[in-house]
């Protein structure tokens, strides 16, 4: 290859690759579940499509050809912030008068990283209300609710199957909401009491598309199990916000394992009703999947306007195969 052509390739590089992240931006923003596999594609991790924009750098700095340098810094700019999901919260943090608590959601995955590892977590993070994920009873590890009622006794529980509600502050009601049709799908709704006023908690576990690896063991089902996937989740989301329309008597609190990261069509319908808690108030990328080499932030704390965030963090620490997602608020 001549000197010119080699000083022609890094431009058309660079711009293709500006291109085709904005392409895949879009279609992740405006596509994403409509299709399954824009879907596949928004649900997937995003960091190796970012190996181009550091190469281009590199070879950028090497080539001493600084536009094109500035180029690549500012498309992988935009890649850390809008596919990976970097988070800087502009908006000031919360800090009107009201009452002060902390919320976790954390899918425990059964107990089967040690029951005594999630007491240790709650422990220290020291959570008012928590929401749990898969807190039944699967293979050969036994129900770890009764357990978790014994080591942490200041906490009156709401279970629902695999969802429970943890609070230290009385629950009033509980109640469950079954998608018709879908067996196993649905949320736990328990009214809690704090300092007199009335706070309505959703616990929530959307399912997931399943492992790549099953997908790809029967890849004539895999578009069949996306699709079933997408069209439950999207029930499931509209559930929720057709109950909360109809819940006015108190602010509203959605917590879980939602299966679904910050972007797509899901996601903005869910934020369009509610206000993310990490996106409001966290910093970096707050992955919570899986937890020993995360890649994906699933879980969420959802709120109404109501309810003011003054922190959300995400613990590093190894109890499950997700890692819990933790916020101060304030109840208005």
């Known amino acids: 290859m001549t000197g010119r052509k080699r000083s022609r390739m890094l431009p058309i590089l660079t711009i293709t690759n500006t291109l085709l992240l904005l392409l895949l931006y879009l279609a992740e923003t405006l596509v994403a579940e409509r299709h399954w596999i824009t879907a596949v594609i928004t649900y997937s991790p995003q960091h190796l499509l970012g190996i181009p924009c550091v190469v281009l750098i590199l ?43 902390r919320v976790m959601t954390f899918n425990i995955h059964h107990a089967t990283e040690g029951l005594q590892n999630i007491v240790d977590l709650i422990e220290r993070e020291q959570p008012d209300l928590i929401c749990l994920q898969e807190a039944n009873t699967w293979q050969d590890w036994p129900d770890p609710i009764p357990e978790l009622r014994r080591l942490l006794p200041d906490y009156q529980v709401a279970r629902a199957s695999q969802l429970a509600v943890l ?3 009385p ?24 300092d007199g006023k009335l706070l309505t908690v959703f616990c929530v576990h959307m399912e ?11 890849r004539k089902s895999a578009r ?13 989301v509209s559930q929720l916000i057709q109950v909360a329309g109809k819940s006015r008597e108190a602010p509203i609190l959605a917590a879980g394992d939602f299966n679904t990261p910050p972007r797509g069509k899901v996601y903005g319908k869910l934020t369009g009703r509610f206000k993310d808690a990490f996106r409001a108030s966290g910093w970096g990328f707050g992955k919570t999947f899986r937890s020993d080499r995360p890649v994906l932030r699933i879980d969420h704390i959802l709120l109404d306007d109501d309810i003011d965030v003054r922190r959300c963090w995400v613990p590093v620490r190894h109890a499950s195969d997700h890692r819990p997602v933790v916020a101060d608020l304030v109840l208005k």
């Not at 340098?69 to 009201?98: C, D, H, K, R, Y």
């Not at 629950?171 to 704090?194: D, F, S």
């Not at 997931?208 to 029967?218: E, W, Y």
């Not at 069949?224 to 499931?236: A, C, E, G, K």
Request: aromatic share 8%; hydrophobic share 45%; charged share 15%.
């Open 59 to 101: 070879w950028s700095v090497l080539r001493r050809q600084w536009r094109m340098a500035a180029i690549n810094v500012v498309t992988a700019g935009a890649f850390t912030v809008t596919l990976l999901g970097f988070n800087v919260p502009f908006a000031a943090a919360g800090s009107g008068s009201g009452t002060p608590f």
């Open 224 to 236: 069949v199990r996306i699709n079933r996937s997408i069209s439950v989740r999207s029930q499931l």
């Open 171 to 194: 629950i009033v009601r509980k109640k469950v909401h079954q998608l018709p049709n879908v067996e196993g799908r649905g949320m736990l709704e328990a009214q809690v009491v704090l």
């Open 208 to 218: 997931s598309f399943g492992s790549p690896r099953r997908l790809a063991k029967n």
């Open 167 to 169: 609070s230290r502050y």
